[in-house]
């Protein structure tokens, strides 16, 4: 009985010794894995607001685009409206007798060189001096025939070879 005792003992202990190392094993892998989930869990935040900060980022480049459109439009509209005002503001006026002796669509000219004064073109005709109040078009030639006239309350030059395109002039 004796060396029954022995054996079972022996047996227990053997498997009570195989076992503690699996169960010190599974404990440590419980620990891993709730060290990874409370690293995942803190990263999840992070990624989170990674995340959001990307789909706010096209949100945020698309409003600084329809920005950029509005200044563009704005700045447009103030070079469009420009002209008009210059046209129309306090700059010299031709007497009516002598616009309709030298000026009008029946007195063309060509000017030839634009002269720069003070960094802005100018040309001479008819005894005044005119200055460019817009960008001279493209295809217009500065040999071709012009003529100025007078519409709207404000100077134009036109081109007979370009109907439809003129500029806004003024009288220096």
């Not at 010190?24 to 990624?47: C, G, M, R, S």
């Not at 447009?76 to 005002?85: I, K, L, M, R, V």
């Amino acid at each position: 009985m004796r060396l029954a005792g022995i054996i079972g003992t022996a047996v227990l202990s053997l498997t009570l010794g195989a076992a503690a190392p699996a169960y010190a094993q599974e404990e440590h892998a419980q620990e891993e894995h709730a060290q990874e989930d409370k690293k995942a869990q803190q990263e999840k935040p992070a990624q989170q607001e990674e995340k959001k900060a990307q789909q706010e980022k096209p949100a945020q480049q698309e409003e600084k685009h329809a920005q950029q459109e509005e200044k563009k439009q704005d700045k447009s509209a103030a070079q469009h409206d420009q002209p008009a005002e210059r046209a129309s503001g306090n700059h010299g006026r031709i007497p009516d007798d002598r616009f309709r002796a030298n000026f009008g669509r029946e007195h063309v000219f060509v000017i030839n060189r634009p002269v720069i004064i003070e960094g802005q073109p100018r040309f001479q005709y008819g005894g005044y001096w005119f200055g460019f109040s817009q960008p001279w078009p493209g295809g217009w030639l500065y040999t071709d025939n012009v003529y100025v006239d007078y519409v709207d309350g404000g100077y134009y030059l036109y081109n007979p070879f370009h109907p439809g395109i003129r500029i806004v002039i003024i009288v220096i």
